[in-house]
């Protein structure tokens, strides 16, 4: 299976964007809390009705990850009771991976990756803590928090940053990532 054909494949994701033009959250601590505030308040209205895979399937700046979801056969998993929190790359992200990663996968090592990025629990940014946390693949994360910053180191010992937070569903919060975790 070619990136090509994951791009072209229609569904949903494991992962999710903003809905275009809705929400602009980050992790940045900079910015005032009456301003972090009212855009975590606006995420939830704007969103909390739909599922995380409803969200997702909303924006084209994630059908890498949406074809991929639905290749593993997650669909049904993310549009469940939950709650989920998605740690999610978007395509640029995928775009970082070496050449043939994609089409070189199994849908065991698909499925593998893309469990890799859900934690169990709705963890949102205010609420994020720096040590390990285990996602539903059964291996382990590390999160950094640094200086109100936030990033996720993978298995291998890569790190991604979170360049976007609390994108919130009914059942879930997704959290936009700038790379590809690998168990």
Request: charged share 15%.
């Amino acid at each position: 299976m070619s990136l090509r054909h994951l791009k072209a494949i229609g569904g949903i994701a494991i992962v999710a964007s903003l809905a275009l033009g809705t929400v602009a959250c980050s992790s940045d601590s900079t910015s005032s809390s009456d301003t972090t505030a009212k855009a975590k308040a606006s995420t939830t209205m704007a969103m909390k009705s739909e599922t995380i895979v409803q969200i997702a399937s909303g924006n084209a700046d994630f059908s890498t990850l949406v074809g991929a979801l639905k290749t593993a056969g997650l669909v049904d998993t993310l549009s469940g009771k939950g709650p989920f929190t998605v740690f999610a790359p978007s395509n640029e992200a995928f775009a970082k991976l070496p050449a043939g990663t994609l089409a070189s996968l199994t849908t065991a090592q698909l499925t593998s990756i893309l469990t890799y990025h859900v934690v169990a629990g709705e963890v949102l940014a205010k609420d994020v803590k720096p040590g390990k946390v285990k996602t539903v693949n059964g291996e382990e994360l590390t999160i950094n928090v640094n200086g109100g910053k936030v990033t996720i180191t993978d298995a291998k010992g890569n790190t991604v940053n979170v360049v976007k937070t609390d994108i919130v569903g009914s059942n879930g919060v997704i959290h936009v990532i700038d790379g590809v975790l690998m168990p």
